[in-house]
Each structure stands twice: as structure tokens, then as C-alpha cells.
């Protein structure tokens, strides 16, 4: 009872702020967050309280105040009530996790009713006016990789949980280009299922991968090639994910195959290694998964709430009213009625540059990031080396002698380069056997 009049009061306190023409000392803000995601949650409860606790005054005019639910994706019913609760509370903005099966509810409410989400789960195919992508799409650095790479023939290994955009980018240059992609959903897959596979494809001597699937379903792939003996010299895998060193591959730096993956967090930057001196402090028992380093889906969490807090910087700067006087109700009206600022908030979302864990982030007027840096990297038998880097302009530049990387995997035995770009986002899937 005691947390339910805390909120009321805050609720209220906002609103007679924003009426007697004053930014709100505390901003309500969403957050929504599905199984299997403890670590983003706890860097989503860092980044509000080293927010809220910042001795510079003109950095944090005012508090942060989250409002979390956890969803079961699965219920489209729970996840409505989820987001309706969270409308209901009159937040301003919500950061927020989806999969597959919950992403079509939460981006058709906020294009109902004008609630931006930001989000560091899987880009959206298609646009979505009120959703910004702090994940960076994969598929033109894939393409891009693949042409430096000269393959033509390869096995291309999916799943669905991130959609077909990936698949889709394949197989419309593989039509383009001539190119032979056996391409398998392996989203019911076991792990007898993965050994048969791997046989039968050595078997057809394939022994160039590229793997698109999430954190979870990828290191048990990668488990299954190790149990099998495919990761050994002559065999080349491609992982198609961000976290690069999220990844378990102390087996492959041994085995002597080539892996070649994408690295989006800089451990080295002065923003990363002061956060890891604080990350390092928590107690795993209150922030689950602080064990560990921040996966690239945390850093991505962490910078949402960073981008969220300077876009209510800019809206205070320039004394917009936020308020949701009137319309903090029922998010089932029907006829639907919208937030008369959230063009304003999203206007603003989009218009936010700043300094995080994932580098410069910055979005186009879709919502999606551009203009950043990645490093390259190769993986040595000490474990990953920097070899050069990659951004929007000078494209991929390598800072030592990489032998050429053609077909023939063996000129680069062991070798694991880890190299990212980004290109347009395609539409209509091809989908080809």
C-alpha cells in the first residue's frame, strides 16, 4: 500500500509541476522486460540510479522513476495488460525488450497512442514511427563480409526469433550473385538434431557456416560442433550476433577452425572501463548477472536509459510541455487517443547524440543507429587481438598485414576476424531452398 501511495504522490507531484508550468522533477518512464534477461535489468537499474544519484546538478534536473513489469511473451493477453499498465501510469517514454511473438503488440500500441519505445532487441522489418532501435542490423555487414570473403557456396543456419531479415538479404544476393546457400531453420532443433545435421552436411563436404540465431540457441550450436569434432582446421563459421565476446569459443581458439563474428561494445573506451569499475562492485545476489561483463544487449540497455534521460534534457532545455494530462487512461479507447507530445518526444528521441558503452549513438529520422565505430578483431591462441576497425566512412581499415581471405580457409588457419558495417534495410523476403 505504502509503494502504490509513493507512486500516486510522484504521479502527482509530475503533473502539478507540468501545470504550474515547470518541468517535472520526476519523469515516469516504462520498462518492460521478458525471461532470460536479468542482466539487461540490472543494467537498466544502474543506469537510473547512477542517474538520479549524479553530483552534477545540471546533468540530472530531475529523477528518473521506472515503472517495470515482466512479461510472458507467449500471453498476448499479459502482454497488452503489461503495456495498458504501464500507459495507465502516465509514463513518458518506455524502454522495453521484445521477441517475436510480443514485438507486432507492443509496436502497434505505440503507433496507436504515440508512446515512444526504445529498445535494444532485434530491429523491426518494416518502419515504425515511435520505436527506436538501439541494435544496429546485421545484414549489410554480413553481405558485406561474405563478398570480402569471396564465398559462393555455404550453409546458412537460422532461427525465426529475430525475424527473416538476415535470411531475406541472403538469399536476394544469392540470387543476385549466383550464390548456393543451403539455408536451414533450426529453430526445433535438439541437440541429437544439431549432431545429425553437422554429419550429414560433412558428409556433403560443407564446411563453410554462417549462423544466425540468438545468444542462447548459438552457444548451443556451437556446443554441438565442438562435440562432433567441425571445429577443426578447414571449417569456417560466420556468427551473425553483436556479442562477439559474450561468446564462449575457448574450444575453437584450440580446434584451429576460423570464426568470424561482430563486436559492438569497446572494452577499452574510458565511458566502458569506469562503468566496469562500478559494474565489478554489485552484489550478485541483489543485480543478477553482474558476475559477469555486461553483454552487448546490457551495454545497448544502459545506453537507452542514457538516451532517454538527454532527450528529457532537451525537452526541459527547450520548456516543451510533456504532460499527459487528460489521456494517462485507457490505452483501449477506441477511437484510439494519442499523446498530443509524442511527436515531441519522439521528434526529440531521434535528435539525442551521445557518448555510451556502444560508442557514438545516434539515430536517422527511422529511428535506427548510424555513425558509429566497430573494431576488428582476430582471435589468437591468447585469445582476441584488435587488428584494425571499421566506421561509416573509412569502411573497414586494418592496422596489421591480415593475409587475403578467400575461399581457400586454409591460408587463414585459426584466424577469427570480427568485422561490422551497416547498409540499407531490405524489403519483401525471398525465401529459397
Known amino acids: 500500500m505504502r509503494i502504490i501511495c509513493r507512486q500516486i504522490v510522484l504521479l502527482f507531484s509530475g503533473f502539478w509541476g507540468l501545470a504550474m508550468g515547470a518541468f517535472p522533477s520526476s519523469v515516469q518512464i516504462g520498462g518492460l522486460f521478458i525471461r532470460n534477461t536479468d542482466q539487461e535489468y540490472t543494467a537498466f537499474r544502474l543506469a537510473i540510479f547512477l542517474h538520479n544519484t549524479s553530483p552534477n546538478a545540471s546533468e540530472a534536473p530531475f529523477n528518473l522513476v521506472p515503472h517495470v513489469d515482466n512479461i510472458e511473451t507467449a500471453n498476448s493477453f499479459a502482454v497488452t495488460n503489461a503495456f495498458c499498465s504501464q500507459y495507465s501510469r502516465g509514463v513518458f517514454a518506455i524502454f522495453g525488450l521484445y521477441d517475436k511473438r510480443s514485438v507486432h503488440t507492443l509496436t502497434s500500441f505505440c503507433s496507436a497512442l504515440h508512446i515512444s519505445l526504445i529498445t535494444p532487441s532485434f530491429p523491426t522489418e518494416g518502419e515504425s514511427q515511435f520505436v527506436l532501435q538501439l541494435r544496429p542490423s546485421l545484414r549489410g555487414a554480413l553481405l558485406s563480409l561474405l563478398d570480402h570473403y569471396e564465398w559462393n557456396c555455404f550453409v546458412f543456419l537460422y532461427d525465426t526469433d529475430r525475424g527473416y531479415s538476415i535470411l531475406q538479404a541472403i538469399m536476394e544476393k544469392a540470387g543476385q550473385n549466383g550464390w548456393h546457400v543451403s539455408a536451414i531453420c533450426v529453430e526445433n532443433f535438439n541437440d541429437v538434431s544439431y549432431r545429425q545435421l553437422l554429419e550429414e552436411l560433412d558428409r556433403r563436404q560443407e564446411k563453410k557456416f554462417v549462423i544466425d540465431c540468438e545468444i542462447e540457441r548459438l552457444q548451443n550450436i556451437l556446443e554441438q560442433i565442438v562435440s562432433v569434432g567441425k571445429h577443426v582446421k578447414g571449417y569456417h563459421y560466420i556468427i551473425a550476433n553483436l556479442g562477439f565476446k559474450d561468446i564462449s569459443l575457448e574450444r575453437f581458439i584450440h580446434g584451429g577452425a576460423n570464426v568470424t563474428g561482430f563486436q559492438l561494445v569497446d572494452f577499452n573506451t574510458p565511458i566502458v572501463t569506469k562503468l566496469m569499475d562500478r559494474w565489478k562492485k554489485l552484489d550478485q545476489r541483489e543485480y543478477p548477472g553482474s558476475e559477469t ?80 565505430t566497430m573494431d576488428v578483431f582476430e582471435l589468437k591462441s591468447t585469445g582476441p587481438r584488435k587488428v584494425g576497425y571499421w566506421n561509416d566512412m573509412d569502411k573497414l581499415v586494418l592496422i596489421q598485414d591480415v593475409p587475403t581471405l578467400g575461399n581457400d580457409t586454409a591460408a587463414i588457419e585459426n584466424r577469427t576476424v570480427v568485422v561490422t558495417t551497416i547498409m540499407p534495410v531490405m524489403k519483401n523476403p525471398i525465401l529459397r531452398n
Open 293 to 372: 561483463p555486461p553483454k552487448y544487449t546490457s551495454a545497448l540497455t544502459y545506453d537507452g536509459v542514457l538516451v532517454m534521460a538527454e532527450t528529457f534534457r532537451s525537452l526541459r532545455r527547450q520548456k516543451i510541455d510533456i504532460s499527459r494530462r487528460g489521456n494517462a487512461g485507457d490505452c483501449l479507447a477506441n477511437p484510439a487517443a494519442p499523446w498530443g507530445q509524442g511527436i515531441d518526444m519522439e521528434r526529440t528521441l531521434k535528435q539525442v547524440r551521445i557518448q555510451g558503452l556502444t560508442g557514438n549513438v545516434q539515430f536517422d529520422h527511422y529511428g535506427r543507429r548510424v555513425n558509429y
